[in-house]
């Protein structure tokens, strides 16, 4: 378990391989749930946020670099969007910017950890906002990987896996069966998009799982942001589909109804960060 650093001038800091990636504040919550050690802290700079065992997840102020990051490019360029799936996501940002496409009917989120949630809710409510009471929401707590796993086939029109790093609970999300599943349960038509980890902190990682959706996927890409708080600040989300890539054009009456809206996604901004893979990855997966 990484361990947080509550002593260093008030800094509370991530440990990752010899760096260390921290914001000055205040620890308001740190609790050990059924699952991993939750942190809330407070800071001047990026206002609340949330560690999972030592690892940031979220901070107000710059939650919108990743939550419409992995949402948009999904659900602005499925066939259909009537349902969609969320496993993990247990603070409500990537709901919350899911429930603005008021065409889509139901969203199931899937979220292993109580507390997480509860917890949001509590401190950090201007994250999911009012996603906790739009009826279209349907949250359950329980294993997202087992859940996915006993579903009949062609179920969602967008699949989002919004886990944590590639260890502790969120291990499982990163593997062949898992990404099968989620394939078997996708409608034609459907975009899976997951967070793939840092091309620099986290870059065999990052790396294997683009191999692994594309060995599962008939179309998969990596988009590239950067959510500063995260380890090198560099990030990334991968987006698949079965028919076409069709997560590469966004529809434009989805555009139209979010667009003068979102802080960070535009369909110019996507279409740059689809195109800014580095030359080391292009490399290693045309391998």
């Known amino acids: 378990m990484e361990q947080i650093n509550q002593f260093s001038n008030n800094w509370i800091d991530e440990y990752h391989e010899g760096a260390r990636y921290g914001l000055r504040g205040k620890i308001l919550v ?29 901070a107000e102020k710059q ?18 969007l009537r349902r969609a799936l ?10 919350r910017e899911c429930l603005r496409h008021l065409s889509l ?3 199931d989120m899937i979220e292993l950890d109580r507390r997480v949630v509860e917890l949001s809710k509590k401190y950090l409510n201007c994250i999911g906002g009012s996603a906790w009471e ?31 790093d590639a260890k502790g609970p969120a291990k499982g999300l990163f593997n062949k069966i898992f990404f099968q599943n989620c394939r078997r349960i996708l409608k034609s038509g459907g975009v899976f998009a997951t967070q793939s980890e840092s091309p620099e902190s986290f870059q065999k990682i990052h790396i294997e799982t683009i191999k692994i959706i594309r060995e599962v996927f008939e179309y998969a890409d990596p988009l590239y942001g950067w959510v500063p708080m995260y380890p090198s600040g560099w990030w990334s989300w991968t987006f698949a589909a079965i028919d076409s890539p069709r997560y590469l054009e966004p529809i434009p009456n989805r555009i ?9 996604w535009s369909p110019t901004w996507q279409q740059g960060a689809f195109q800014a893979i580095p030359a080391f990855v292009e490399r290693e997966l045309n391998k």
């Open 256 to 264: 139209k109804a979010i667009k003068d809206t979102c802080h960070i």
């Open 105 to 107: 009917e139901q969203l």
């Open 134 to 164: 739009d009826p279209r929401l349907k949250l359950c707590f329980e294993d997202g990987i087992e859940y996915v796993n006993n579903l009949d086939n062609d179920i969602y029109d967008v699949i989002i896996v919004d886990g944590s």
């Open 86 to 95: 969320i496993i993990g996501g247990g603070d409500g940002g990537t709901a």
């Open 30 to 58: 740190n609790e050990k749930s059924d699952f991993q050690e939750i942190t809330i802290i407070d800071s001047p700079r990026y206002g609340r946020g949330l560690l999972l065992d030592g690892c940031w997840m979220t």
């Open 63 to 80: 939650e919108k670099h990743y939550h419409e990051a992995i949402v948009h490019p999904a659900l602005c360029s499925s066939k259909n």
